[in-house]
C-alpha cells in the first residue's frame, strides 16, 4: 500500500507542455524525475524548454544558476517502459484519447513495480475506464494539473471508483509538498473545475447568439473580477482544438455555440499562437486587441443560426453566467463529486481566476443570498428553460434559510 513517506521515485509520460509543466513541479522541491515519451527529439526539446524558463528565473534573481543546474540533473529521460519499474509515482501527460491513455496504462501495467501508483492528468475522461487497463484499480487516480502546469495553483486529486484511500491521501500530501492547492475530485465527466466551466462556457456563447459581442462578454466578466474573459481563453487555449476534435468526431458543424469557433478556424485563426483569433495579437505580444471583424462574424453567425438579437446589458452577462457556475456547484454537491462547497470555490480561485474578494462561486451565491440566487435562476428557467432548472440542494438550503458554506 502507498503512503506519502515511500514516494521517493516520480515519472511523467508525455514531453508535451503540460508533461514539462508537471515535471518542473517535481524537480523545483527536489524530487528526481524519470520523463518518458517515445520520441526522444521531444524529450531534448522539453529539457531545452525547461532550461529556458529557468534561465529567466536566474534572470529575475528568483535563484542562482547553480539551482537552475540542479533542478535540470534532476531530470533522466528515457524512452523505455522498463526504465519506470521502480517508480512509485507515474503521471500520464498525453493529449485527451481514451484509447491512448489505456495503451500507455496497460504498459504501465506490465512495467511498473505492483505497489506502484499510476495517475493520468486527464482533464476530462473517465478514471475507471483508464483504470480498467491495469490490475491494480486501487492504485490508479487522476491527478489534473492545470496550464501551465508549473505555474497554476489548482490540483485536483480524482478518485476512481477503486482507488484506495491511502493512495489519495499519498497524492493528497505531494501535492501539498509540490506547493498545490490540492482538492478532492469525484469521478465525473469534467471533475469538479471543467464541469462547471462548460456550463459558464455555454453562457459566455449563448449571450453572443443573442446580441452581446466577445469583446462585452470578456469587458463584463473582468469587470465583476474573473482574471480572464472567457473568449481571451478560448485563444489562450487554442480555438482549434475544440475544432478539430468536433471534425474527429465527425459533427464538424455542432451546435450553433460552435459556429463561430468553426469560421474563425476556417479562416486559420487559431487564437493567441497565430496571432489571431477572437482578438488580435501583434508579433511576439500577448496583448489581446479588440478586432470588431469578430463581433460582424458574431452577428453573421446569430442571424445563420435564427436569432433574433438585442441589446444584453453587462449584468445579465455576469448574472448567467456567474449562476450558471453556482447551480452547476450546487448540483456537483448533491451528487457527491465534491467535498464541500469551500473545494469547489477553491477549485475556482485556485484554477480559474474567479476573483479571491468574492471568495469562489458558492461563497458569493451565499453574498447574495440563496432565496436571491433561486428566485433569479427560476426566472431564467421560466424565460429559457431545462438548462435553467435549479439544482435541488440549492432549492433545499434557499427554502431552509441555509447557505452553502456555514
Known amino acids: 500500500m502507498a503512503s506519502f513517506e515511500e514516494i521517493k521515485k516520480v515519472a511523467v509520460i508525455g514531453a508535451g507542455t503540460m508533461g514539462r509543466g508537471i515535471v518542473m513541479n517535481f524537480i523545483n522541491v527536489g524530487y528526481p524525475v524519470t520523463w518518458l515519451d517515445v520520441n526522444a527529439e521531444m524529450l531534448e526539446k522539453g529539457v531545452e524548454e525547461i532550461g529556458k524558463v529557468y534561465k529567466r528565473s536566474v534572470a529575475q534573481e528568483r535563484f542562482d544558476q547553480a539551482e537552475a543546474d540542479a533542478r535540470v540533473a534532476r531530470i533522466t529521460t528515457t524512452q523505455d517502459y522498463a526504465d519506470l519499474a521502480d517508480m512509485d509515482l507515474v503521471?500520464?501527460?498525453?493529449?485527451?484519447?481514451?484509447?491512448?491513455?489505456?495503451?500507455?496504462?496497460?504498459?504501465?501495467?506490465?512495467?511498473?513495480?505492483?505497489?506502484?501508483?499510476?495517475?493520468?492528468?486527464?482533464?476530462?475522461?473517465?478514471?475507471?475506464?483508464?483504470?480498467?487497463?491495469?490490475?491494480?484499480?486501487?492504485?490508479?487516480?487522476?491527478?489534473?494539473?492545470?496550464?501551465?502546469?508549473?505555474?497554476?495553483?489548482?490540483?485536483?486529486?480524482?478518485?476512481?471508483?477503486?482507488?484506495?484511500?491511502?493512495?489519495?491521501?499519498?497524492?493528497?500530501?505531494?501535492?501539498?509538498?509540490?506547493?498545490?492547492?490540492?482538492?478532492?475530485?469525484?469521478?465525473?465527466?469534467?471533475?469538479?473545475?471543467?464541469?462547471?466551466?462548460?456550463?459558464?462556457?455555454?453562457?459566455s456563447r449563448e449571450v453572443v447568439l443573442e446580441g452581446a459581442t466577445p469583446w462585452q462578454v470578456d469587458q463584463a466578466l473582468q469587470g465583476f473580477g474573473m482574471a480572464m474573459g472567457p473568449y481571451r481563453m478560448y485563444d489562450v487555449v487554442g480555438i482549434d482544438l475544440g475544432w478539430r476534435s468536433r471534425q474527429l468526431a465527425g459533427v464538424g458543424r455542432g451546435e450553433p455555440i460552435v459556429w463561430l469557433d468553426n469560421k474563425l478556424c476556417e479562416m486559420e485563426r487559431f487564437g493567441q499562437k497565430s496571432g489571431h483569433g477572437f482578438y488580435k495579437y501583434e508579433p511576439g505580444s500577448r496583448q489581446a486587441i479588440h478586432d470588431p471583424e469578430t463581433d460582424m462574424l458574431a452577428r453573421e453567425v446569430a442571424e445563420e443560426a435564427g436569432y433574433t438579437q438585442r441589446d444584453i446589458g453587462d449584468e445579465e452577462i455576469v448574472r448567467r453566467c456567474i449562476l450558471a457556475l453556482v447551480n452547476e456547484g450546487a448540483r456537483i454537491l448533491d451528487e457527491g463529486y465534491a467535498e464541500s462547497a469551500e473545494d469547489i470555490d477553491r477549485v475556482y480561485l485556485y484554477g480559474y481566476g474567479f476573483p479571491a474578494d468574492k471568495g469562489g462561486p458558492m461563497k458569493y451565491a451565499d453574498s447574495l443570498g440563496l432565496d436571491e440566487v433561486l428566485k433569479q435562476i427560476r426566472q431564467l428557467e421560466a424565460e429559457q428553460g431545462e438548462f435553467w432548472k435549479p439544482a435541488a440542494g440549492l432549492v433545499r438550503r434557499a427554502e431552509a434559510g441555509e447557505s452553502f458554506r456555514a
Open 91 to 203: 503521471i500520464e501527460a498525453v493529449y485527451e484519447n481514451m484509447d491512448l491513455k489505456k495503451k500507455i496504462f496497460a504498459e504501465l501495467e506490465i512495467a511498473v513495480k505492483p505497489s506502484g501508483i499510476l495517475a493520468s492528468n486527464t482533464s476530462y475522461l473517465n478514471i475507471d475506464e483508464i483504470a480498467s487497463a491495469t490490475k491494480r484499480p486501487s492504485q490508479v487516480l487522476g491527478l489534473h494539473f492545470f496550464s501551465p502546469a508549473h505555474i497554476m495553483k489548482l490540483l485536483e486529486v480524482v478518485r476512481g471508483k477503486d482507488t484506495a484511500q491511502d493512495v489519495l491521501d499519498a497524492c493528497l500530501a505531494i501535492g501539498k509538498t509540490i506547493k498545490k492547492e490540492a482538492v478532492l475530485a469525484g469521478n465525473c465527466h469534467g471533475f469538479i473545475g471543467n464541469r462547471m466551466l462548460e456550463k459558464y462556457s455555454r453562457q
